[in-house]
């Protein structure tokens, strides 16, 4: 028996295997009892520096068997493997894979699974298991053994080069939206080059998906006339694929993410998840510096000792490993006072938060406006009583996210900073903490004790519609426990109303780049 993988864990190939050649990859799951008929694939994305795929045909799954360079070999949806769990069974010749590939993703899909209403929740037991293809030994095993929900396609492993070895990941990481989900998040358009091998549409191995068809015919590229069989179609949303997402990563953001993997692989996965937020909100390549600021009045004070709050703080730094590539965020304090706390990055990231506290004890007041301005001061520091009566650019726009758990003092202070920053390239995502009086729905005695008890988020609700801005710049929703929503849900919450804002700025000269 190989080695045993957790989720996360890495695995060398060659320390005790310095002659290995082929390996082969075996995925397999088990169904929960159902009348359904499911429809399982799984599928290989081979990916270029850039986290691409440098050609189509480096896309592998039922319909294209082989990748380009012969490295790759789906054996096809059939129970195939040397044990009689394997579902489909995937052969790498690792000295056959090109040198433009530096990493190979393994996904498992359900087809057709939203029509069916189906997803990983009513699947388990499954693996993927590495083996030496020559001596049929097994070399490592990762059994999932996350929780799914509505997730209809998991990224199984990952196979990537590192200082010219290549080594296995356990991932183990959901998505909602099917095969899209990696489609839209590892293919772009491609314009193949003269020198690429020609290929051959008539080989029994490579029937070219749809996907690929409409988009050389949507880049008016010659290709010779060929009958295509009935095939199965990935469930892909080839409108939307129509103008594929460019990827315009800098070597600095590309060595970000190496580094996330290497030294925070908890903040690369909730990267991950931040992701799909932002292709939702058309947000991939967006550039942006990004703040938290944090209520410190005694009344956070449990938030604090359970360790909520560094684990928000966490979520954040994800969001803004992807807005800015220089994987920091910074860090504001109020409470009667306001502060600048520092840069939390990924190399101090652990106990961020109790580190601060010790330099900033909890205070027994709350005053939004002071810790408004000195944020506005921080980053636009040429107005320094405050004032602001006309526009301002910049070409990276600012996103603060605003934590607290109540009302403040200085009202109509906050509201006047509000109004100045709408003509600044700053951005406000508030967000309360605790049960709105809006949520007490009993009648009553109860019903009076529950809305006593409850928070009054009313003035937060103000500030989001407030009138007399040249720009609505804020956004507001509350949580009764930051941990009581998914990751998935917060991004898109955090995604909410600042796309239509970064549209805004640029029309109104805020933001310098188109």
């Not at 002659?19 to 995925?27: D, E, P």
């Not at 998505?175 to 690429?196: T, W």
């Not at 409108?239 to 990563?249: D, H, R």
């Amino acid at each position: 028996m190989g080695i045993q993988l957790s989720k996360g864990e890495r695995f060398d190939l060659f320390p005790a295997n310095p002659n290995l050649q082929k390996v082969s990859f075996a995925l397999g799951w088990q169904i929960n009892e159902t009348k359904d008929n499911f429809d399982i694939d799984a599928s290989v994305f081979m990916l270029g520096a850039e986290g691409k795929i440098p050609h189509e045909r480096y896309f592998v799954f039922y319909n294209n068997l082989r990748s380009l360079d012969d490295s790759v070999h789906h054996l096809g949806n059939h129970q195939t493997g040397k044990n009689p769990g394997d579902k489909e069974t995937i052969n790498v010749d690792l000295h056959k894979i090109s040198p433009e590939i530096q990493e190979i993703i393994f996904v498992v899909t359900i087809h057709e699974a939203q029509a069916k209403n189906q997803n990983f929740s009513q699947i388990h037991n499954a693996f993927i298991r590495l083996d030496n293809s020559e001596t049929h030994s097994e070399l490592a095993c990762y059994n999932l053994q996350e929780h799914f929900s509505g997730e209809t396609a998991v990224e199984f492993g990952r196979l990537y080069k590192k200082n010219g070895k290549w080594r296995f990941q356990a991932v183990g990481q959901g998505y909602n939206a099917g095969l899209k989900s990696f489609v839209d998040k590892y293919y772009v358009e491609i314009k193949q080059e003269d020198n690429q091998p020609e290929t051959n549409l008539n080989n029994s191995d490579f029937a070219p998906p749809e996907l690929v068809i409409n988009e050389l015919a949507a880049t008016q590229l010659k290709i010779p006339e060929v009958v295509i069989p009935e095939l199965k179609i990935p469930e892909l949303a080839i409108t939307e694929l129509a103008t594929p997402k460019v990827s315009n990563k800098s070597q600095k953001a590309i060595d970000l993410e190496k580094k996330l993997e290497e030294k925070a692989p908890h903040i690369f996965n909730l990267v991950k998840k931040a992701d799909i937020s932002l292709q939702k909100a058309n947000l991939t390549n967006h550039d942006a510096k990004v703040a938290l600021c944090l209520d410190i009045s005694v009344s956070m004070s449990a938030l604090y000792s359970a360790g909520k709050i560094q684990r928000l703080a966490e979520k954040i730094l994800a969001l803004g490993c992807r807005f800015d590539d220089n994987a920091a965020i910074d860090i504001f304090l109020f409470g009667i006072n306001s502060y600048y706390a520092g840069e939390m990055t990924i190399e101090n990231f652990p106990n961020f938060i109790h580190h601060i506290l010790k330099r900033y004890p909890l205070e027994g007041g709350t005053y939004y406006g002071r810790v408004m301005q000195e944020i506005r001061n921080f980053y636009f520091p040429d107005s320094r009583d405050g004032s602001r009566y006309a526009p301002i650019s910049a070409d990276k726009p600012v996103y603060v996210m605003f934590v607290t758990d109540g009302a403040t003092t200085d009202e109509s202070a906050t509201k006047q900073q509000l109004q100045w920053s709408s003509y600044e390239p700053l951005f406000w995502q508030f967000m309360a903490i605790g049960k709105s009086q809006k949520d007490v729905k009993r009648k009553g005695v109860g019903g009076w004790f529950a809305r006593a008890t409850a928070s009054d988020f009313s003035f937060l609700e103000q500030l989001d519609e407030m009138g007399d801005r040249h720009l609505d710049n804020a956004d507001f929703f509350s949580v009764e426990d930051p941990e009581s929503i998914a990751d998935e849900e917060l991004y898109d919450l955090l995604t909410t109303e600042y796309p239509n804002w970064v549209k805004s700025a640029r029309l109104k000269n805020l933001l310098l780049y188109s």
